[in-house]
């Protein structure tokens, strides 16, 4: 049984910051792999926004680098997502995804919204 819990989304002026968490719940025994946040605008398809592996090695989208920090929480099987200088583009539902032992999960997913 796994289970990821998001929390962090909200609306945001532009050039604000939010910060997402996302906690991988299991009690199965598995290990956690590699962790990340995607996102879906309405109309567009699911994109990659970030992700870290269980080395720490981080790799984002062209349109996120500089501007967003992918980081985790081994202790407490968490990742998290530091958005800074939003741009409206950014604003979309966020979904949180892990590999956990062989199977990939996804979270419910987390409304962003940059507005004026």
């Known amino acids: 049984q796994v289970q990821l819990v998001e929390s962090g989304g909200g609306l945001v002026q532009p050039g604000g910051s939010l910060r997402l968490s996302c906690v991988v719940r299991k009690s199965i025994f598995a290990a956690i792999y590699g962790m990340g946040w995607y996102r879906q605008a309405p109309g567009n398809q699911r994109e990659l926004v970030a992700r870290i592996s269980s080395t720490g090695s981080t790799n984002y989208v062209d349109s996120v680098k500089g501007r967003f920090t992918i980081s985790r929480d081994n202790a407490n099987n968490t990742v998290h997502l530091q958005m800074n200088s939003l741009k409206p583009e950014d604003t979309a539902v966020y979904y949180c995804?892990?590999?956990?032992?062989?199977?990939?999960?996804w979270g419910q997913g987390t409304q962003v919204t940059v507005s004026s």
């Open positions: 995804n892990s590999r956990v032992g062989v199977q990939t999960y």
